[in-house]
């Protein structure tokens, strides 16, 4: 696998769950970063932690380490050459894809290590605003 090129997103993020049947609400569009996927089983949100509400059942304090892209779809192993090592490390990890990259959340107590972690197995993370 080739050396990958991270950078770390400035925002504190927050994965939320609602019931399946429940409408978008307005604050999961906060922020820079958003994203919300409805299935049979839960409507999971990931938006900027100060904008869900205190009583919703959520994880706050998580921070998005984005894949520079685009990545071409015939790619393989991108997601296993970075969670491997933090897997190694004892980091959980959310991830997350789009069209052009992917995401991984790591909760903001473990993105040093995490970072650490990456650059040790080959890949260049660059911090909020580096």
Same mark, same amino acid.
């Given at each position: 696998?080739?050396?990958?090129?991270?950078?770390?997103?400035?925002?504190e993020?927050? &994965?939320?769950?609602?019931?399946?049947?429940?409408? &978008?609400?307005?604050?999961?569009?906060?922020? %820079?970063?958003?994203?919300?996927?409805?299935? /049979? /089983?839960?409507?999971? &949100?990931?938006?900027?932690?100060? %904008?869900?509400?205190?009583? $919703?059942?959520s994880?706050?304090?998580?921070?998005?380490?984005?894949?520079?892209?685009?990545?071409?779809?015939?790619?393989?192993? &991108?997601?296993?050459?970075?969670?491997?090592?933090? $897997? /190694?490390?004892?980091?959980?990890?959310?991830?997350?894809?789009?069209?052009?990259? /992917?995401?991984?959340?790591?909760?903001?107590?473990?993105?040093?290590? %995490? $970072?650490d972690?990456?650059?040790? $197995?080959?890949?260049?993370?660059? %911090?909020?605003?580096?």
């Amino acid at each position: 696998m080739r050396a990958l090129e991270l950078s770390v997103l400035p925002e504190e993020l927050a &994965i939320t769950r609602l019931s399946p049947s429940s409408p &978008i609400p307005s604050w999961a569009l906060a922020g %820079a970063f958003q994203s919300v996927t409805r299935t /049979d /089983d839960e409507l999971s &949100i990931v938006c900027a932690s100060g %904008a869900v509400p205190e009583n $919703a059942a959520s994880e706050r304090g998580w921070r998005a380490l984005r894949v520079a892209g685009p990545l071409e779809f015939s790619l393989t192993g &991108i997601l296993a050459s970075l969670a491997g090592p933090l $897997a /190694d490390e004892g980091i959980s990890v959310f991830a997350l894809s789009t069209y052009e990259t /992917d995401y991984l959340l790591v909760e903001e107590r473990n993105l040093q290590r %995490a $970072a650490d972690a990456l650059r040790r $197995a080959g890949h260049r993370v660059k %911090a909020p605003g580096g």
